[in-house]
């Protein structure tokens, strides 16, 4: 199989950002008119790399994202705003923002709770480990007592 052109620094540099940006190795691979392979060579080359880009990017729409929010929050706190502002208008902010203060949350103690999960999986050093939710009663007896069967022979 022939091989392209090999890329210069300067396009293997924006690939791996825009990859970071949009985390889609077939868009990026449209945008640059290069193989999905070539995209995937660049990109896992230098995961580390891209990684740490994706996370900036991210951390910069982020940022973005809560100026806006606090241009908007000053702008709805003007007493003219306010004046001029409904009931039903009022109460929808008001629950818009308690539903995204609630969220926010939420995935603060999702990533506590992947965090802990973590550690618990390295801290057991390896060792294959599980717990096992069984809803039926009888599923659990049998799994229980294959287990006391096995431990019986050991």
């Known amino acids: 199989m022939a091989q392209g052109k090999k890329l210069d620094d300067k396009t293997r540099e924006e690939i791996k950002a825009f990859y970071a940006l949009c985390g889609n190795m077939n868009e990026t691979a449209r945008k640059f008119k290069v193989s999905v392979s070539t995209v995937h060579k660049?990109?896992?080359?230098?995961?580390?790399?891209?990684?740490?880009?994706?996370?900036?990017?991210?951390?910069q729409w982020i940022e973005e994202a809560w100026r806006t929010i606090n241009l908007y929050m000053q702008h709805v706190q003007d007493p003219k705003v306010i004046a001029k502002t409904s009931a039903r208008d009022s109460a929808i902010l008001i629950g818009t923002l308690h539903d995204k203060m609630l969220k926010a949350q939420e995935l603060d103690l999702k990533r506590q709770e992947l965090e802990?999960?973590?550690?618990?999986?390295?801290?057991?050093g390896g060792a294959a480990?599980?717990?096992v939710i069984v809803n039926d009663v009888d599923e659990m007896r049998k799994v229980l007592h294959e287990r006391c069967q096995d431990d019986s022979d050991h």
């Open 42 to 59: 660049i990109v896992t080359e230098e995961k580390d790399e891209v990684e740490r880009l994706r996370i900036q990017k991210k951390e």
């Open 129 to 131: 480990t599980r717990v």
């Open 116 to 124: 802990l999960k973590r550690k618990e999986v390295e801290e057991a």
